[in-house]
């Protein structure tokens, strides 16, 4: 009696066992497939299709990779990659203008794109958004604006046209990041959060 009521016992615990591991196993399998909810490569994204008609529409993005340990660093060949995938990204959208910080990884990211619309890119200081916005609003009313910034600058920009705190910095290995943000004369403010070029992996 004792010996079967041992086996129950043992074979229970060996169940629940098997369950434990199963379980753990599953947050395993769930986390390293955790990918950006709204993570779309450039060739698969039409930009153009989320615009909204009559609208102020912004695009934000972090610069792309960039050379490590230099004061001012140009861009890794990676960065260089991403930059021609916002030139396919922005293909079929009129760009009207271009705005990038004084770096040089913020210029070559863009570079690309303000040669393939003969656009110049204007440059503007990221510790006076102030600025910016005001041009933003009214010399480019209605019109469509690609502005490239830095892992905190971006959001930051975003959370003021928003008038939020939604957004927080970008983590340093995380450039694929883009924000569409759409202005109307009613003060409405829509922010898109997409990925564009290939996925950024954070470790």
Known sequence: ??????????????????????????????????????????????????????????????????????????LTKAGKQRAKDLVRLLDNVKVDAIYSSEFNRTLE??????????????????RDFKSLINKLLTIHKNQTVVIVGHSNSTPQLVNLLSGTETYSEFDEKDYDNLFLVSLKDQGDTNVQLLQYGAETVIE
């Open 1 to 74: 009696m004792v010996l079967k009521y041992n086996r129950h016992i043992i074979y229970i615990m060996s169940r629940v066992v098997v369950y434990i591991v199963y379980l753990f196993l599953s947050v395993i399998l769930l986390t390293s497939c955790k990918g950006k909810n709204s993570n779309v490569d450039s060739t698969e994204l039409n930009i153009s299709e989320l615009m909204q008609p009559n609208t102020t529409t912004l695009i934000c993005i972090r610069h792309a990779e960039k050379v490590a340990n230099t004061s001012d660093p140009f």
């Open 109 to 126: 990211t863009v570079l690309p794109l303000s040669q393939k619309k003969s656009i110049p890119t204007k440059t503007y200081d990221p």
